[in-house]
């Protein structure tokens, strides 16, 4: 939980995200991205640590935040779609997407809609999200 460039963090490992801006728009009155993440890594808050590195922590992410993402009733970080290969079959389960106009979630910008397409352009972008 910690990156290459701080004094206290010893023997940091390499973590790899990709990133897929899917639209801009508001959350509560309050500018805000929606993006389609893929760790490449699996390391520990790997996709909050990412997100907030960017200067962009996740909606509700109270910890990256510095204690200030009060307002919402939860963290904004969903897992929408789960693939994991079995010797049997390849099972790819979809959640859905919880961040709609109902949530608070004002989108005013599309830029990649949430698809099968999605899941293609994120597989060929390079891991855009590289901490050591």
């Known amino acids: 939980m910690c990156t290459g460039d701080k ?8 973590a790899h995200t990709r990133l897929l801006t899917l639209d801009r728009g508001l959350y509560d009155c309050y500018p805000a991205t929606k993006v389609l993440l893929k760790p490449i890594t699996g390391r520990r808050h790997q996709l909050r640590l ?3 590195i960017l200067g962009h ?7 990256y935040s510095d ?12 897992s929408h779609r789960l693939v994991l290969p079995t010797n049997l079959e390849q099972l790819d389960v979809n959640a859905g997407d919880p961040f709609t106009p109902d949530c608070h979630w004002q989108p005013t910008e599309c ?6 397409d999605a899941y293609l352009i994120l597989d060929t972008l390079p891991s855009n999200l590289q901490v050591e």
């Open 7 to 14: 004094p206290y963090c010893d023997q940091a490992k390499a």
């Open 50 to 52: 990412h997100c907030s």
């Open 57 to 63: 922590t996740i909606v509700g992410d109270f910890t």
């Open 67 to 78: 204690r200030k993402d009060l307002t919402p009733y939860r963290m904004f970080l969903h």
């Open 111 to 116: 830029l990649n809609p949430l698809d099968q």
